[in-house]
């Protein structure tokens, strides 16, 4: 009875629920404080100033500067108590103060006017490199993040005008010191009120330039920093995001540190970016242009600033920028799936920038870490602490450079374009494994460590991909125990070879043929099934990258996503539309061929591991290619009148991949069929391939209209974490109206 009593009184205080996202609380005023955070409001007010702060706690840390302020001022003046205090007169107080008491950096800089010998030209976003704390904040812990209240503060408190300014020394006039009243970091109505740097600017046009791009500066500051201030953004969504960037996010594309992560060592940018990933995961419609508007900012820190953010180094860091490389990784995850179109092409036209600066950083050549310094058991509590984080900083850079890597080729996939770098040349070394990485304690790190396979410290992607082209070393090459991470990066590499092989002629000096690559999957194939170490997921998870990569072999996806809208006059935005085939594809043709059987197959084994996937892993940066990949295969044959089909219930995939031998091109989609019958062994796959009909209790029948309407419905599911999906959801839309 009394363990019922206990039940029901459980369940009662979990009744209060918020009316946007179903969150239950067991408090009133707890209910009311977070429903302000999707709202808004801000109904607390201070007394002195008339500013407004959603959350009484926040309003009660604003007015202890008030307090300081005035006890301050008694202290040197005591004559001016009866001073009356305004709005106006706390402006430049209240700013100067809070960037005392932060613990992490605000954007403004300060407002006082610098004596004319001390006098330093403003630095764009040099704030955003964070330092140890002057004095400690009064921190709310209410928030799994305490520190998201200073960031809301940085962001919210900054003078827009002021929050990146061009660093003097780049515009073609000297930066020499003004005696006028000016604030220091504010911008000036024009150039003429510095007298004192009028003098070195020529009269004419090139006055006039300056004077033009000091306000498109200005005021492209100002719409950024304005858009984030009209968002609403408060610190517990800032909270909220945080939390679900490390909840969500970071089990599927590992490159940050959960255990180890410390708010006040990140620059702004990094957090920005980490955040608007996390909004990505929350339930309110409103924090998509929450997200896009922090991720805005972050962008116009690394664009304008990256000078400065390049320059930072971290204390367990090996070298400078590494903070840059894990944010510009991050900024192109989101951007790169974006809804926002403007977002997506920002991204495509930057994704290049990450790999550019890790080379002027010395990134490529730092030594990875020794497996000599892993500490004891019985080591000190401070070694094995020193120890762990040392490690922990080597493997997020390396993962950080290996990342780019990886978006690198998905990005090439869904803009069309070759890859920026040549991938059969990355000589980094393998990542830890995943246990390693995530062990939450130096105890649980050491364990793993003493453990680890030799092969990951000494094996370089580079020597991999050798290998996987000299059957010589297979065998080796199937011993190796390797992480999904290290599968995806060298996935990516042999994507990259596939986009260098132009159908339309013959390969490439130095390019491995379509048969050498698709041998080289099958090895692939065979270790990724044959590693106990992967988790269902993550094995999952690596095939189904590893179909997509697959099919391109066999088809070029976006190419026939082009050429099927060319045909039906649909407007697509997820291809560059200027880009078309040489020689058009006859879809009613290629439905017929031997390599729209084997893309078919692969389409279906998309799916299928889609549809398998865990709740927590359904959503891989790669997910919406791959889904509109099978798509786009399921349209063609639907558009050309071949809806149902008979296919083999289990797929032989060696017997797919290691007997094609002809190359599927654009100008030739039909492989040899003399070739396909005497190379390929008897079995289900090999007769399907072969175009015989199947009968019997291994067969299977799909009509493909029906699997298009579950594909549309899964792209749905897509919407919240990957925007990019609303785009190809449309295209599919279009595809099924045209079936009926």
């Not at 301050?72 to 103060?97: F, G, I, Y």
Request: proline share 5%.
């Amino acid at each position: 009875m009394a363990t019922a009593l206990a039940v029901g009184s459980e369940a009662r205080l979990h009744t209060l629920e918020c009316r946007f996202c179903q969150k239950t609380f067991s408090k009133g005023e707890h209910l009311r404080r977070h429903e302000r955070s999707h709202t808004g409001a801000k109904p607390f007010v201070c007394r002195e100033c008339q500013r407004s702060f959603s959350r009484q706690d926040s309003l009660a840390r604003h007015e202890k500067l008030h307090s300081r302020r005035r006890a301050t001022k008694d202290a040197a003046s005591p004559a001016s108590v009866d001073k009356p205090v305004t709005p106006e007169s706390m402006r430049s107080t209240d700013l100067t103060e809070q960037s005392v008491n932060t613990t992490a950096d605000h954007f403004h800089f300060s407002t006082s006017v610098p004596d004319e010998q001390q006098f330093q030209p403003p630095v764009a976003l040099s704030s955003l490199v964070p330092h140890q704390a002057t004095q400690p904040l009064d921190l709310d812990y209410d928030l799994i993040w305490p520190d998201s209240e200073d960031l809301f503060q940085s962001i919210m408190s900054a003078d827009p005008a002021s929050q990146w300014q061009v660093p003097l020394g780049t515009l073609p006039f000297s930066a020499s010191p003004s005696t006028s009243d000016v604030p220091f970091g504010s911008t000036p109505a024009s150039f003429d009120e510095r007298p004192s740097s009028i003098g070195a600017i020529p009269s004419g046009g090139n006055r006039q330039a300056v004077q033009d791009v000091s306000k498109m500066v200005s005021n492209l500051s100002s719409d950024v920093t304005a858009a984030a201030k009209s968002t609403s953004i408060t610190s517990v969504f800032l909270d909220e995001c945080l939390h679900m960037f490390f909840a969500k996010f970071i089990p599927t594309f590992p490159v940050l540190h959960r255990a180890t992560f410390v708010f006040r060592d990140c620059t702004h940018p990094l957090l920005l970016n980490a955040i608007a990933i996390g909004s990505l995961y929350l339930g309110p419609k409103d924090a998509v242009a929450k997200g896009e508007a922090l991720w805005r900012l972050a962008h116009t820190a690394m664009a304008t600033s990256w000078q400065s953010l390049i320059s930072h180094r971290g204390l367990y860091d090996t070298c400078d920028g590494v903070q840059l490389i894990v944010t510009a990784v991050l900024g192109q995850v989101y951007g790169a799936l974006s809804k926002n179109r403007a977002i997506r092409s920002t991204s495509q036209a930057f994704h290049s920038l990450g790999f550019v600066w890790a080379r002027r950083c010395g990134m490529f050549d730092c030594e990875p870490y020794p497996l000599t310094s892993v500490p004891s058991l019985d080591a000190s509590d401070s070694e094995k602490e020193h120890q762990w984080r040392t490690w922990v900083a080597r493997e997020i850079q390396q993962r950080a450079l290996l990342a780019h890597y990886m978006l690198d080729g998905l990005i090439s996939q869904m803009s069309g374009v070759p890859t920026s770098v040549r991938h059969a040349t990355n000589a980094l070394g393998l990542p830890s494994s995943e246990a390693a990485f995530e062990a939450s304690s130096a105890d649980e790190w050491i364990s793993h460590m003493q453990t680890q396979h030799s092969l990951n410290a000494a094996t370089s992607f580079r020597g991999i991909l050798r290998r996987l082209f000299h059957t010589v070393n297979e065998a080796r090459w199937l011993d190796a125990t390797l992480s999904a991470f290290s599968y995806k990066v060298i996935l990516e590499g042999l994507q990259s070879l596939i986009s260098d092989d132009d159908c339309d002629e013959v390969t490439a000096v130095g390019v491995p043929s379509r048969p050498e690559v698709r041998r080289a999957l099958n090895q692939v194939y065979e270790s990724v099934t044959l590693n106990a170490s992967l988790s269902s997921a993550d094995r999952l998870e690596t095939l189904l990258r590893w179909h997509s990569i697959c099919l391109d072999t066999v088809v070029d996806t976006a190419l026939l996503c082009r050429n099927l809208c060319s045909r039906y006059d649909i407007t697509q935005h997820i291809w560059r539309s200027g880009q078309v085939a040489k020689t058009p594809l006859d879809l009613v043709s290629w439905v017929s061929t031997p390599a729209a059987r084997i893309a078919v197959l692969h389409a279906m084994a998309i799916q299928e591991i889609v549809e398998q996937l865990p709740r927590g892993r359904a959503h891989a940066i790669h997910m919406p290619s791959s889904l509109f990949a099978t798509a786009t295969v399921y349209a063609v044959f639907a558009l050309a009148g071949s809806p149902a089909l008979k296919i083999p219930c289990s797929v032989v995939w060696q017997d797919v991949l290691l007997d094609m031998r002809a190359n599927p091109c654009a100008t030739d989609p039909y492989l040899a069929m003399s070739d396909l019958s005497t190379t390929m062994t008897d079995t289900d796959t090999s007769r399907y391939v072969r175009g015989d009909v199947l009968y019997g209790a291994n067969v299977t029948s799909r009509n493909l209209l029906y699997e298009l309407n579950s594909i549309q419905k899964l792209f749905r599911c897509l919407f919240a974490q990957w925007g990019v999906a609303y785009d190809m959801e449309s295209v599919i839309e279009r595809w099924i109206s045209l079936c009926h």
